[in-house]
C-alpha cells in the first residue's frame, strides 16, 4: 500500500470576503495574508506537487488541514470545488486544521462541505459525520482526528478531547485486533506543546496511545519537513509532518515537499519505507530529501 501524504495547502482566495465576516478574529488572519501569506503560498507549486506525487501513483492521499486562510464559507466552497477536481472521496482523506476553524462557524457552511472525504466507511464502526473516523485501505487502518478548535487571537493551537480520545483508543484497539497498519492522522503534531501553537492535549494523547499503540502518526501545522519517534508506553511510534504543498516562502528550511508512505506486510512484520520529497524552485523539480526504513518500529539500515 501506497500513501502519499500533502499538507497546508492554503489554496483558497480571500478576494472576494465580505466586510460583516471579518469583525471578528478574522480581521487579524486577513491582515496577515494581505501582508504576507497571499505571496507564501501559490496554487502553481500545488499543482507542481499533486502532478509530481501523481507520478508516484499512490494508492490514497492523505491531507492534514489547512484548506484555506479563514474559515469563510466562500473559502469551503472553493475548497469542496477543489478537492473534487482531484479525486474522489474513497482516494482521499483529510482532517481539518486550525485555519479551517478560526472562529466558530456553521458546520454545514464551512467544514461540513467536505464531510465526504472525513468520515468513516460505510461499514466501520466510526463516527458518521464526527470524529474520529476510521477508513480501511488495503492492509491499512487510517484513523482521522480533529485537532482544529476555534481559540483567541494570536493564538493557533489546538486540542482533541475526551471524547475524541476515547474513541480513539476504542479503534485502535479493534485495529490491532484485525491486524491493521494503524496510521493516526491530525493537524497538529503531538510534540507541538507550545501554548500559542501547540496541541494542549499532547500529554493525554500519549497516554491513550500507551496501551494499544500505532505504527505511524502523520501531521501538518509547521509547514516543515519533521521526523521524530514518540514513546508511549512500550510503544515507539514514528511521527512525520510535511511543509505546506503550497509553499512559496523565501525560507529555504519551508519549501513545498510531501511524503510517500509504503506499508508491506511480512511474516515478521509490518516493513515500512518513508520518503520525502522537497520543491526545488530553480529547477522547479522535486527532489528526494529522506528515505527511511522501518521494520515494526526498528531502523532498517
Same mark, same amino acid.
Given at each position: ?151 483567541? #487571537?494570536? /493564538?493557533? @493551537?489546538?486540542?482533541? $478531547?475526551?471524547?475524541?480520545?476515547? %474513541? !480513539?483508543? *476504542?479503534? =485502535? ?16 503534531? #503531538?510534540? /507541538?506543546? @507550545?501554548?500559542?501553537? $501547540?496541541?494542549?492535549?499532547?500529554? %493525554? !494523547?500519549? *497516554?491513550? =496511545? ?33 511543509? *505546506? ?57
Amino acid at each position: 500500500m501506497k500513501i502519499a501524504h500533502i499538507s497546508d495547502p492554503h489554496l483558497s482566495s480571500l478576494d472576494h470576503v465580505r466586510p460583516d465576516e471579518l469583525l471578528n478574529k478574522r480581521i487579524l488572519g486577513y491582515l496577515s495574508w494581505r501582508l504576507k501569506r497571499r505571496r507564501s503560498h501559490s496554487r502553481e507549486v500545488l499543482s507542481r506537487t499533486l502532478a509530481d506525487l501523481a507520478g508516484r501513483q499512490p494508492d490514497h492521499l492523505v491531507i492534514s488541514g489547512d484548506f484555506t486562510h479563514l474559515g469563510t464559507a466562500n473559502e469551503c466552497r472553493e475548497t469542496e470545488a477543489w478537492l473534487n477536481s482531484i479525486g474522489a472521496p474513497d482516494y482521499i482523506s483529510i482532517v481539518p486544521g486550525n485555519h479551517d476553524h478560526y472562529i466558530a462557524t456553521e458546520f454545514a457552511e464551512t467544514t461540513g462541505r467536505w464531510l465526504a472525504y472525513m468520515r468513516s466507511d460505510p461499514e466501520e464502526d466510526g463516527n458518521a459525520g464526527g470524529f474520529p473516523y476510521l477508513r480501511v485501505r488495503g492492509p491499512v487502518a487510517l484513523i482521522g482526528l480533529s485537532t482544529a478548535i476555534p481559540t483567541a #487571537p494570536f /493564538f493557533a @493551537s489546538g486540542k482533541l $478531547g475526551s471524547e475524541q480520545l476515547q %474513541r !480513539l483508543r *476504542s479503534l =485502535l484497539e479493534t485495529t490491532a485486533q484485525r491486524g491493521l497498519y494503524r496510521i493516526v492522522v491530525l493537524h497538529h503534531g #503531538p510534540q /507541538f506543546t @507550545s501554548i500559542r501553537r $501547540g496541541l494542549s492535549d499532547a500529554g %493525554r !494523547l500519549l *497516554s491513550t =496511545l500507551a496501551a494499544p499503540g500505532a505504527e505511524m502518526l502523520v501531521h501538518g501545522h509547521g509547514h516543515c519537513q519533521a521526523h521524530t519517534t514518540l514513546t508511549a508506553g512500550a510503544h515507539s511510534i514514528p511521527v512525520f509532518g510535511v511543509p *505546506s504543498a503550497s509553499a512559496s516562502y523565501k525560507d529555504p528550511l519551508k519549501k513545498a515537499g510531501y511524503n510517500i508512505y509504503e506499508v508491506t506486510k511480512h511474516a515478521t512484520g509490518w516493513q515500512t519505507r518513508v520518503t520525502s520529497y522537497i520543491y526545488n524552485p530553480e529547477t522547479q523539480n522535486f527532489e528526494k530529501t529522506l528515505e527511511l526504513g522501518y521494520l515494526g518500529s526498528e531502523y532498517l539500515l
